[in-house]
């Protein structure tokens, strides 16, 4: 993961992320992340609007991205072809790992927790929402008075990218000690309720997959993009410390068996309507 995967994700893939980009990101990276191709928007829009975005809402998202430097464009006679910048990269690599390698369960946790405390000035608004993001997309919860925790041993340099937060940052590694109960400073610092419901909601989505979307390709993106949103604010907290019906464990069986299934299928579909020239093509235009 880049120095920027980690801060650059937090601001994009927000709860605030409108949903055609979200729907964007992640057909871009199933079908063009480390494949070296640029894809026409014409189909781009196509597959869109399979998954139900409207064709203004997709050039809207289009030209904003474009915009913040997470798509690169270039025009090809009549055709406009958008591609990947070292920006989207970062975010679709750190989504890629969220997904297929961390995954939502943690029974890997060896008693380690981050702890990160900060004071900014009060005219550093920006900073400290900035920071907060981060923080939160980073698993982190607010325990009390300004310090932060996490689970396991967590690189806090890429949370500071850009801030010029430093010299307001004080970062340890630490374990709890007696009296200190550690199922108390998970229910303390994080809404497990809360993330709880996000993962029996997607369960109740998608237990009749059909319903979603009218054919593979569509379903397959609404699909990872819900999963996605769904664990984009779990802390993957400890297993051993979380409810015994925890529902995190059931709801990515699930994704990852409709993975499976529609996998196939949606890349076949894609491959049939995508037009795509080379980023050595692009780049020589």
Do not use: C
């Amino acid at each position: 993961m880049t120095d920027l995967a980690v801060p650059v994700a937090a601001e994009e893939l927000g709860a605030d992320a409108p949903r055609p980009q979200t729907l964007l990101l992640t057909f871009l990276g199933g079908h063009v992340l480390d494949r070296g191709i640029h894809v026409a928007t014409a189909s781009v829009l196509d597959v869109l609007e399979r998954a139900g975005i409207s064709e203004h809402a997709t050039r809207s998202t289009l030209s904003r991205m474009a915009r913040r430097g997470l798509l690169h464009r270039v025009r090809r006679g009549r055709h406009v072809y958008v591609g990947l910048t070292e920006r989207s990269r970062a975010i679709l690599h750190d989504g890629e790992q969220r997904i297929w390698r961390a995954g939502a369960v943690n029974r890997q946790w060896d008693g380690t927790w981050t702890l990160l405390g900060f004071s900014m000035p009060e005219s550093w608004q920006r900073q400290r929402h900035a920071l907060r993001s981060r923080l939160l997309w980073a698993g982190f919860g607010s325990l009390q008075g300004g310090l932060w925790i996490a689970p396991g041993k967590i690189d806090t340099v890429p949370l500071l990218d850009g801030l010029d937060a430093q010299g307001h940052v004080r970062v340890f590694q630490a374990r709890t000690l007696p009296p200190t109960e550690v199922t108390e400073i998970v229910r303390e610092a994080w809404d497990i309720d809360r993330l709880a419901e996000h993962y029996r909601a997607f369960l109740a989505r998608w237990q009749d997959p059909e319903t979603q979307a009218p054919d593979r390709l569509a379903r397959d993106l609404l699909l990872e993009s819900d999963w996605l949103q769904t664990i984009r604010g779990d802390p993957r907290l400890p297993r051993e410390h979380l409810p015994s019906d925890w529902p995190a464990e059931s709801a990515q069986e699930l994704f990852y068996a409709l993975s499976t299934e529609l996998k196939p299928t949606a890349r076949a579909i894609a491959a049939g309507i995508l037009d795509t020239i080379t980023d050595k093509q692009a780049s020589d235009h």
